[in-house]
Nanobody, 122 residues
Framework: QVQLVESGGGLVQPGGSLRLSCAAS????????MGWYRQAPGKQRELVAS???????NYADSVKGRFTISRDNAKNTVYLQMNTLKPEDTDIYYC????????????????WGQGTQVTVSS
């Protein structure tokens, strides 16, 4: 069984910063991609940022220059440093991991965290 445990959400004023963390645990064989998505009520879940095992990163245009994703492969943990936050960044943020398990090393599938609320408001 795989668990993605998120932390770091909360309430912040516009222009402020938050750092999200997500740790993956379980019998993981290969952790290909870790990243963050966000979703507002009634809207589709959208990619915020992702980080592959090879070190490639991808960002949504709306967060480029403000958010930075990083990854600690030894700890199976991904971080999202969010700076210069805007009210439109208010959403539930979900951690995502694409991985294979030790008992099925050839099978690659995605897993989601439970979500953490980020609210940007004065």
């Amino acid at each position: 069984q795989v668990q993605l445990v998120e932390s770091g959400g909360g309430l912040v004023q516009p222009g402020g910063s938050l750092r999200l963390s997500c740790a993956a645990s379980g019998s993981i064989f290969n952790l290909y991609v870790m990243g963050w998505y966000r979703q507002a009520p009634g809207k589709q879940r959208e990619l915020v940022a992702s980080f592959t095992k090879d070190g490639n990163t991808n960002y949504a245009d709306s967060v480029k220059g403000r958010f930075t994703i990083s990854r600690d492969n030894a700890k199976n943990t991904v971080y999202l440093q969010m700076n210069t936050l805007k009210p439109e960044d208010t959403d539930i943020y979900y951690c995502y991991a694409e991985l294979s398990l030790e008992r099925l090393p050839a099978l690659r599938r995605g897993y989601w965290g439970q979500g953490t609320q980020v609210t940007v408001s004065s």
